[in-house]
């Protein structure tokens, strides 16, 4: 495999596992708040983001490349208000687009059809994690001042369940 883009592959595994590290930090965060629902929620996005990780891992294995773990570093953003995790988690998602996007790019590059075909479902997979993270910063917007319908949406998040990534490599 071209070097740059077992380079960005691998990144990708620390970044994928600090995504994890991130909304572990926003999940407690809630809990923190009596808001089990969003705690909820971001427990199961961590859960995501693992899975995330382990796809780049395996399929570097998958071609040969042996990963090389990296340190993962400790969460940037600490969030002070309800709202501003939502906000936070829609950002470091466009981030990770970009990244995504970058890593395509070089694979493009290089004529690397097997690495876009396997980006395809992570360029997919951004596109409802930024819609999803949208939807959650309006919702918040719209309902979050009014108890009773925080409560409510606290128990939609509630029922967020994990379900293991459509993508088999
Ligand atoms: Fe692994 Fe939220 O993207």
């Not at 994928?16 to 929620?41: K, Q, R, T």
């Not at 829609?90 to 493009?108: C, F, N, R, S, W």
């Amino acid at each position: 495999m071209d070097k740059k883009v077992v380079e960005l592959l691998n990144q990708q595994i620390t970044k994928e596992f600090y995504s994890a590290y991130l909304y572990l930090e926003f999940s407690n965060f809630y809990y923190d708040l009596e808001l089990n629902g969003f705690g909820h929620y971001f427990r199961v996005q961590a859960q995501e983001e693992r899975d995330h990780a382990m796809l780049f891992l395996q399929y570097l294995q998958n071609n040969g490349e042996r990963p090389v773990l990296e340190t993962v570093d400790k969460p940037q953003v600490i969030p002070t208000e309800a709202k501003m995790a939502l906000e936070e988690t829609l950002k470091h998602e466009q981030y990770v687009t970009g990244l995504i996007h970058e890593i395509y790019d070089a694979a493009y590059q290089v004529k690397d059809f097997r690495t876009m075909q396997f980006l395809d479902w992570f360029v997919k997979e951004q596109g409802e994690e930024e819609a999803n993270a949208n939807s959650l910063v309006k919702k918040f917007t719209l309902f979050g001042d009014d108890p009773k319908s925080l409560y409510m949406l606290d128990s939609e998040l509630a029922a967020r369940v994990y379900a293991a990534p459509s993508l088999v490599i």
